[in-house]
């Protein structure tokens, strides 16, 4: 079956909060994106429980550890039944490589996506880590390794789309935070690209998280993003 295009960044810190947000969105029409905030305030068997009452769930856990730790992780994390489980590109090819063969034990395994460049990350935020390369080229670098490594695709802003599907191909899958509808606040995204500009540029998945869930009517503003990127 096919994703959503949009997954619903739920960042949020209790379960009450998480029910609420959950119970706005329409299921079979969103994913859920659990991340750091969330999944380690609640943990896995709220994430299960949304699988089962069928949502597409994507956990951002970002793993960026050696191998073996990584490996394990997916293997935590394909258990719960994601669709989507994500790991650094920077960790290297023989880390997202373990990651990729823990996950053959599966039948319905998630997909495998490497973090590229975060895009709450600029060119002068990459030169202060020591980077020398600019955001774009990092991420291709990175999208290359990944691709090489087996993975499924990258988590890359929409502003390098283009680039990407030219270099690595339409079915190497790009998934993109940092969207940002027209007239709402950037916060702390530098690469941000509206949702229909980002579908143009042939994004398969997007993140989205405060225009969604700090709107006054969350559910309104699903339904206004899906219309107008003809979903
Ligand atoms: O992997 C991610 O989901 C991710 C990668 C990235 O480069 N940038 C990024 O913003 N994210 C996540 O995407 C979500 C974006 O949320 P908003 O900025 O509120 O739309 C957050 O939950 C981030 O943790």
Not at 108 to 136: F, H, R
Request: glycine content about 8%; aromatic content about 4%; charged content about 20%.
């Amino acid at each position: 079956m096919a994703l959503p295009k949009i997954y619903v960044a739920l960042d949020c810190q209790t379960q009450e909060a998480a029910d609420n947000l959950v119970s706005q969105l329409p299921a079979g029409k969103v994913g859920l994106k659990v991340g750091k905030e969330l999944f380690t305030a609640i943990g896995p068997s709220w994430v299960k429980k949304q699988v089962e009452q069928g949502f597409s769930v994507f956990l951002d856990l970002k793993f960026h550890d050696i191998p073996n730790t990584v490996a394990k992780a997916v293997t935590s994390a394909a258990k719960i039944g994601v669709d989507i489980v994500n790991v650094h590109a920077s960790g290297g090819t023989e880390m997202m490589s373990a990651a990729r063969d823990a996950l053959k034990q599966f039948d319905k395994p998630p997909l495998l996506i490497a973090v590229t460049v975060l895009t709450s990350m600029s060119d002068s935020d990459l030169a202060e880590t020591g980077v020398q390369a600019t955001a774009e080229q990092q991420v291709l670098k990175l999208a290359k390794l990944a691709q090489q490594a087996g993975l499924d695709g990258v988590v890359c802003s929409a502003q390098e789309a283009r680039m990407l599907k030219r270099d690595l191909g339409t079915s190497f899958k790009l998934v993109t935070p940092g969207i940002r509808p027209a007239n709402s606040a950037a916060g702390d995204q530098k690469r941000v690209m509206t949702p229909e500009a980002a579908i143009e540029a042939g994004v398969d998945y997007m993140v989205i998280g405060r225009p969604i869930t700090q709107a006054a009517d969350p559910t309104a503003r699903v339904a206004e993003i899906l219309a107008s990127i003809g979903e």
